[in-house]
């Protein structure tokens, strides 16, 4: 009588052990029920630290973002001297304001370490002046951490002391970087009204919210899950959906509008699209959504420009791309 009992419930318990959710690699779109079953599955794994604080938002109404930087220190400090963020001492003079990076610091260029420490202490003296400064990860961010280095340069790996010490440096739980870029960088950022991405924000995704993506994406770093479905092609880092028009500017702003419905937002900035060829920030779908990926490093034209973004006291906003001859309203 117990041998059928309990090869009954051995039967049941393997059964409840193949339906539990795991980590997939496909790139196929992530349902929001599944997306949350993943999540509880992984909240009792592991403690891997707190979230990025961005409680102390800025009180001054301006928000600044730029682009992708791709290990550029001259470049930074000239965009970032534009914007009136910084002095010539590379030290913070925005004040209260915020001021969003939306990703690619890394690859191409030689200064990463310099590029990143400099938002290092740009994050300290923000938050000391009462403003605050926002780091988006770009897919080269996912990549070097996740070991792809196909775009790192010989000087940058110099500027390390060799590949290895490069490797250590970049380990999200033991490395100096990696530490860094882990406390205090997350896959996308909501403001009062915009939301900002590296790579174009799908509705799939969206419909999510950005509290899920971001815990979903420090779980898989976490967890060295560099394939996960949130970094494949359709996810916010690499998909360029919305800045290519894929199917046609009707369906692309119809994609958009679904994407601001299911955050609540008037727009969506993103950067990974470079605009190199113009130099200057794209808008489309009447000011919906903008890429502000103007090719600022030297390895895409050194182009300057920033996002601009001033909310007034009566709710309305203003949004001007900043531009070495001066700013123009978009």
Known sequence: MLRPLFFGALVFLLFIYWRQPSSSTSSAPVSKGKAERVIRHQAVRHNSGASPDLSKASTSGRTVAVGDLHSDLAQTLAVLRL????????????????????GDIVDRGPDTIAVYNLFDNLRKQA???????????????????????????????????????????????????????????NITYKSAHTVFTHGDLEPEWARLGVDTLNFMARDAIWN???????????????????????????A???????????????????????????????????????????????????????????????????????????????
Not at 229 to 249: C, L, N, T, V, Y
Request: overall charge positive; charged content about 20%; some cysteine.
């Open 83 to 102: 914007a009136n963020m910084i002095d010539q001492n590379q030290n913070w003079s925005g004040g209260k304001d915020t001021l969003v990076q939306t």
């Open 127 to 185: 938050k000391a002046a009462g403003g605050l400064v926002v780091n988006v990860y770009g897919n080269h961010e996912v990549m070097n951490l996740g070991g792809d280095l196909r775009y790192v340069t010989e000087e940058d790996y110099a500027s390390f002391g060799g590949r290895q010490k490069r490797k250590e440096a970049w380990d999200v739980r033991t490395g100096w970087l990696g530490k860094q870029i882990y406390s205090n960088f």
């Open 224 to 250: 060295g899950q560099f394939r996960a479905p949130i970094f494949q092609g359709d996810g916010p880092i690499w998909s360029r959906g919305h800045a290519m028009q894929e199917g046609g500017e009707e």
């Open 252 to 330: 692309t702003c119809k994609r958009i509008e679904a994407v601001k419905k299911a955050l609540g937002v008037n727009r969506l900035i993103s950067g990974h699209t470079p605009q190199y060829q113009t130099g200057k920030i794209l808008s489309i779908c009447n000011g919906s959504y903008m890429v502000i990926d103007v090719g600022i490093s030297k390895y895409y034209g050194g182009h300057l420009a920033a996002l601009e973004i001033i909310e007034h006291n009566d709710g309305t906003e203003s949004v001007y791309a900043l531009y070495p001859g001066g700013k123009r309203k978009v």
